[in-house]
Nanobody, 125 residues
Framework: DVQLQASGGGLVQAGGSLNLSCTVS????????LGWFRQAPGQEREGVSC????????YYFEPVKGRFTISTDNARKSVYLQMNSLKPEDTAVYYC??????????????????WGRGTQVTVSS
């Protein structure tokens, strides 16, 4: 089965940086998209970023654009989220996600059927 294992969360002060990592296993082929979602206490989950399985094109949720960078290794067995200039509103549990097919984002977030356990990111003011 597909497994996603995220790590790298922690506690940082506003303006600091964190690098989240996620190992990916179980896909028979490389035609899958990868991404990150987050959920803050009392709020709905929201997509943060994703990367296409076709051409490695990326999408970023507007509030994180210019501060976060998503990337993968060449084999697409790991996906990363480099987070810079962190703000208190970035505090959330961050989830590594994946979906079959290369489609990453359109007019909205498609269904990502595979989710990791999540890693806590806390940004203090």
């Amino acid at each position: 089965d597909v497994q996603l294992q995220a790590s790298g969360g922690g506690l940082v002060q506003a303006g600091g940086s964190l690098n989240l990592s996620c190992t990916v296993s179980g896909f028979a082929h490389d035609d899958y998209a990868l991404g990150w979602f987050r959920q803050a206490p009392g709020q709905e989950r929201e997509g943060v970023s994703c990367i296409s399985g076709l051409d490695d094109s990326t999408y970023y949720f507007e509030p994180v654009k210019g501060r976060f960078t998503i990337s993968t290794d060449n084999a697409r067995k790991s996906v990363y989220l480099q987070m810079n200039s962190l703000k208190p509103e970035d505090t959330a549990v961050y989830y590594c996600v994946a979906k079959s097919g290369t489609y990453c984002y359109g007019y909205g977030w498609p269904a990502y059927e595979y989710w990791g356990r999540g890693t806590q990111v806390t940004v203090s003011s």
